[in-house]
């Protein structure tokens, strides 16, 4: 059990207007901080006025991305009240990632009472708009001024708040994915399946370049043949061809997915079958010729599911589905949002209360 | 030309024992930093005296490792004036890191400015004691506060500076280096030739296991077949087989370092065969169970040349040159820490006067 300290802050920010949040834009009032110190552990535990941070110009973080982050949300139930969907899955891949990463992990209880204590404290800032929720981002950061590459000795665990839009103002639109051919997310034996910074910072090139040629999204193929679709910029990616689901397996390559291990989960209580096996792009593409290539989307906590209309792959395009979003999909969408968001009995122990 | 306000500290920091500097532990009374804003460019270029950063917990460095960095040294003449090894180099790697990692790049000439204006306010930091120097550290930072992944709107470029001491304080002592077959680096379309801070965060689980070895570094080998030999933690490596030098080419997956560039162009004058050719594991532990294998030695900044007397592959172990300094790992040491140090003469052009 954590003791947090909170001073809260007393002059407080007015709030955005919830129909035009966007994503990562408004911070809220507080923020939550613990340090951690190399022979003592992790200490004084506060929630504090979000402020600058004060870092050393020789902290690690700043040379050696010596950071790992998570995202989840809290959303308003029709009741008025709070809750958080699956924290502890976030939690436990912060302790995969900071493992890999050499970074002081956090227990599963510890970071879920974190959560908690500053989304009660920020409660009016969960918005009630249709589709918004509090995006919530703990991050961990390696403090020390020190330009050996080591690990560090102290770090600190942070949480800010982000009150967010619906992911797509108008409505559930099918999106563009460019499949990339020539940069590469992750290999094995690297960081892949991890939420540490680098990994995104490796994956700009490829975004610029999708949004150059009219795509709004990157799809990854694995480092090594350039030959089995991994995932999407920052979601993973199913495949429904000929009757099955496809979804990358979770070997070191790829994020696991809170998102994607709900659907999974889902689609198998409904009775699909759900496969994953590496899936090579040329079938997706082949399977898209024959007319076999029926429903594609992404998952992931900002959009929850999101449909893809069309696939780039070298010189060749496939459209699915006319551009429209498939039943599966549509299912899957209604589903996780009704859990989500309250307006659904949570059969599957989910959702975890603010109180 | 940049136009650099200097803004000194008033109060200085008492200097360090030069004999016990080690490195990136101590830092000078002042840092150079520029801004750069999307639609102004580069502006703001200032001294001022070292601080803390006040970075937005949200900004886009601390959450997606948006940052580079280089490593470049100012070395003290025995006539007392100061010079730079080939900080033109050390530029361009910086611009060819930058468009990899969507980061602005600044050009060689204000970044070689930037440096010798920043080293020349901090002269009286450069030490004396032999094998000691002034390190700098350039870096940019990406510092929007945004949770979207994108490129960010704003950054800055920040110079420190640290005295550091002899890497080697007891002589040049062999080191016993482990050949990592577990975890991978750099693939092809990856960050491997940039300097990146993702590299370095991914590659600390390696140190770790390499130290709980009794190894002092980790060899790299290529992420996609773990066949060939890349590259040590932070240094490139050569191998002296059968009277022909190899080392690593740059090509993508390694990083391309100054001081293997200088060994190479060395090396070549003297009239060795230096193959750039990828180089097999197996090959090198082969050469070493015939006695072919005559040297390895990396190379790097820090360290400048740093011989290697044992080498771990999985079960086999290789010790090179009965754990001795080889003939020619000897002779590029003392040529190339001659010319840095200003003792001999320059006569590849590669040093330039901080005046
Ligand atoms: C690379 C990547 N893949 C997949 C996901 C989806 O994961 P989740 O469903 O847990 O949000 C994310 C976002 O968190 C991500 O960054
Ligand atoms: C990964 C890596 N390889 C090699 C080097 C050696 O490069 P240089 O000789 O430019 O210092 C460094 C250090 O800069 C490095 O970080």
């Known amino acids: 059990m954590l003791n947090i300290k909170i001073t809260p802050a007393t002059e407080k920010k007015a709030k955005p207007d919830s129909k035009h949040l966007g994503f990562g834009v408004f911070y809220t009032d507080n923020m939550l901080v613990i ?9 004084d535990a506060r929630i504090v006025p979000y402020q600058p941070l004060s870092i050393d110009p020789a902290a690690m973080v700043l040379h050696y991305a010596m950071e790992s982050f998570e995202g989840l949300k809290a959303y308003r ?21 900071n493992k890999r990463m050499c970074l002081p992990t ?8 974190a959560v908690k204590t500053l989304v009660k404290v920020e409660e009016d800032w969960v918005p009630s708009e249709p589709g918004t929720s509090l995006y919530i981002r703990p991050f961990v950061i390696a403090t ?19 009150p967010v839009g619906a992911y797509y103002s108008t409505g559930i639109n ?31 090139i490829s975004q610029v370049k999708a ?14 043949e350039h030959k089995y679709v ?18 990358a397996p979770c070997v070191g390559t790829v994020l696991p997915g809170v998102t994607r291990r709900s659907c999974i989960d889902l689609l198998k209580h409904w009775g699909y079958t759900v496969s994953e096996e590496r899936l090579p792009i040329a079938d997706v593409m082949k399977a ?3 007319g076999k290539l029926e429903e594609v989307f992404g998952t992931g906590t900002a959009a929850v599911i999101s449909p893809v209309g069309e696939l780039r792959f070298e010189d060749q395009v496939a459209y699915i589905n006319n551009g429209e979003i498939g039943p599966v999909t549509h299912k899957l969408y209604d589903t996780l949002t009704g859990i989500q968001w309250g307006t659904l009995k949570d059969e599957m122990g989910w959702t975890v209360p603010v109180e």
């Open 288 to 290: 898209s010729e024959e």
């Open 35 to 43: 340090d951690h110190t190399e022979g003592i552990g992790w200490h």
């Open 211 to 224: 949004h150059d040629l009219g795509y709004e999204q990157t799809l990854w193929l694995d480092g090594v």
């Open 174 to 204: 099918p999106v563009k994915i460019f499949v990339e051919d020539e940069y590469t997310r992750a290999c094995p034996g690297g960081t892949g399946f991890t939420k540490c910074g680098g990994n995104y910072a490796a994956s700009l």
């Open 77 to 97: 139930k029709p009741d008025g009240s709070v809750q958080l969907f699956r924290p502890d899955c976030n939690a436990e891949r912060m302790i995969n990632t």
């Open 230 to 247: 991994e995932e999407v910029g920052s979601m993973n990616c199913f495949f429904k061809i000929d009757g099955t689901i496809y979804t």
């Open 106 to 113: 956090l227990p599963v209880e510890d970071f879920v009472q």
């Open 144 to 162: 020390e001024p020190h330009l050996g590459v080591r690990t560090s000795k102290t770090h600190q665990f942070i949480i800010i708040c982000s």
